[in-house]
């Protein structure tokens, strides 16, 4: 029993080097609406404090940003704002759980809560962890995510989000 206990901790220990926990970088989007291929560019500062705290404020266009606190989801994007409650809207439940738990290095949740499978590969300095949906996406899923990390530094270098609903978004963090 004690065997497993160190086998567990050294495997969970593995898991929080490999993946930064915490960030405050900036980063671009591009926003891919995938029936029509138009394009959209976007560009600002994430901060993200390992929990329950992200915060995406955007410089491109200025004064848009996404923005989750606690249960709270907060966003002012497209010419739409809204201030959702994720325990209520089970649809921003799924989407800010799945985003938090990429961000902190939880991708078999993320994977388990997408109906997904999970694939880690490395190469090249880098880690790629593919989350990719097994059949039917749950309302509010994404068909896949990609993050790739540095190995050097355990830094999320991109995140690739494809929402079931068709809109591709690819984050390149600086």
């Given at each position: 029993m004690k065997?497993i206990?160190l086998i ?6 593995s898991?929080a080097a490999i993946?930064q ?8 989007q ?5 029936v ?10 994430i901060t993200f404090?390992g929990n ?10 200025e004064g ?12 002012n994007?497209?010419g739409k704002?809204a201030e ?6 089970k649809?921003v439940?799924l989407?800010?759980?799945t ?5 902190s290095?939880?991708?078999e949740?993320?994977a ?6 999970l694939?880690?590969?490395?190469e090249?300095?880098?880690k ?14 994404y ?9 050097s530094d355990g ?7 494809v929402?079931?609903i068709?809109i591709q978004?690819?984050y390149e963090?600086?």
């Open positions: 065997h206990t567990i901790i050294a495997m969970l220990l898991v993946a926990q915490t960030y405050d970088t900036d980063f671009t591009v926003k891919l609406m995938k029509s291929g138009k394009t959209t560019d976007k560009a600002g500062h404090d329950d705290q992200l915060t995406m404020t955007y410089t491109q266009p848009e940003y996404f923005i989750i606190e606690g249960n709270m989801v907060k966003i994007m497209d704002k959702l409650d994720a325990e209520k809207v649809m439940g989407q800010r759980a985003l938090l738990n990429c961000l290095g939880n991708w949740q993320a388990e809560d997408n109906n997904a499978d694939t880690i590969t490395e090249g300095g880098l790629t962890v593919s989350i990719v949906a097994k059949g039917k996406v749950p309302r509010g899923g068909n896949s995510v990609e993050l790739t990390y540095r190995l830094m999320m270098t991109k995140m690739v989000l929402e079931a068709g978004n690819t963090m600086k």
